[in-house]
């Protein structure tokens, strides 16, 4: 087996390849053109393996080489002390992925990997527009005019109660471009829309409480398969949703979050809002926690944990939401248990 690793960037790529003893067997520094970088990887004759890092390219680069070699590891990018070295960086994922020290970040080559691009400029688009109007209001606020009433950044009388001229160019800047970021997020709301009827597991999901087109995009874009999760609580641990013990000799020195996907994280929350103002199981899970003593951030979290469970079973088994099946399986549970 021969090891390649290889340092990514958009203009050119550094690759070194080991062998099974760690023997540096070639480097080489290509273009980081298609022709280029598969004619480099299909010298290295007989099974192979081939690590790089995580980053924008490496969807497009995973897709290339996944069928060029027995295996395709795309790591999590490593703390580097000193200065940049690209063919050290290359040497050093070679080395790791020689001794199996490299952990993987899922990438796939199904189609709705492709939800990530859209799901990532959405959020681009919401954050600079939140930003924009946090600017658009603060204009306001210095002159200690109020900005708590309906339809205020569609109001353009507003405008005019400002009292400069420059106060009043810099809102109109301001006004034009909160326009102009609120209908580039409409359109990839319409988008969302439009693959709800596209890709069924988007639809499935739309069928939970809390769940729009906009957040089940999320969920499948970051997911892309339910089966990459053992049980729910792997799912808990990659969306953020859980603390893990951090133990050492015996002794607990508090509590961690894993490193995992803070967009699941922010869309479970979010969704766990929203679905405890609807006559669901959900807000009977909240009312049940919060009657045995749990306060408000404790039952919404279970809440948030309730529909990622939900999210898996819902898109396992390929049927829509159903509101009693939660109550039902319980039942079941109590019977068999008593019955034992």
């Not at 080489?65 to 290359?90: I, L, T, W």
Request: charged letters at 30%; aromatic letters at 10%.
């Amino acid at each position: 087996m021969k090891y390649i690793g290889m340092d990514a960037h958009s203009r050119n790529s550094v690759f070194v390849v080991l062998g099974k003893s760690g023997r540096v067997l070639k480097r080489g520094k290509v273009n980081s053109q298609e022709d280029e970088l598969l004619g480099f990887v299909r010298s290295i004759k007989g099974p192979k393996k081939l690590a790089f890092e995580e980053g924008v390219m490496s969807q497009w680069l995973y897709l290339l080489f996944k069928d060029e070699v027995e295996e395709v590891v795309v790591c999590q990018p490593r703390d580097k002390n000193g200065p940049k070295n690209d063919d050290r960086d290359a040497w050093e994922l070679a080395d790791l992925l020689r001794v199996g020290r490299l952990k993987s970040v899922f990438h796939s080559d199904s189609l709705l990997m492709n939800l990530r691009v859209l799901t990532s400029g959405y959020d681009d688009a919401t954050q600079e527009l939140t930003r924009i109007k946090n600017r658009y209001k603060a204009v306001y606020r210095q002159v200690a005019l109020s900005t708590k009433m309906t339809g205020f950044y569609e109001s353009e009388d507003m405008l005019t109660l400002l009292d400069t001229e420059e106060r009043y160019y810099v809102a109109c800047t301001l006004f034009e471009q909160i326009k102009l970021f609120e209908e580039q997020r409409l359109g990839y709301v319409e988008r969302f829309e439009s693959n709800v009827r596209k890709y069924k597991p988007i639809k499935l999901l739309t069928s939970i409480p809390g769940l729009g087109p906009v957040r089940a995009n999320q969920i499948v874009a970051v997911m892309v398969t339910p089966y990459r999760f053992p049980k729910k609580y792997n799912l808990f641990s990659y969306a953020m949703l859980t603390k893990h013990n951090q133990i050492s000799d015996g002794k607990l020195y508090g509590k961690q979050r894993a490193l995992g996907q803070s967009v699941l994280k922010r869309v479970f929350k979010s969704a766990a809002l929203s679905a405890i103002k609807s006559n669901t199981a959900f807000r009977r899970k909240y009312e049940e926690m919060r009657a045995a003593g749990k306060d408000d951030r404790a039952a919404r979290n279970a809440v948030a944990k309730m529909i990622a469970a939900t999210v898996m079973g819902v898109w396992k088994s390929g049927k829509k939401y159903n509101d009693k099946h939660r109550e039902v399986t319980q039942r079941r549970n109590r019977k068999s248990h008593s019955g034992a």
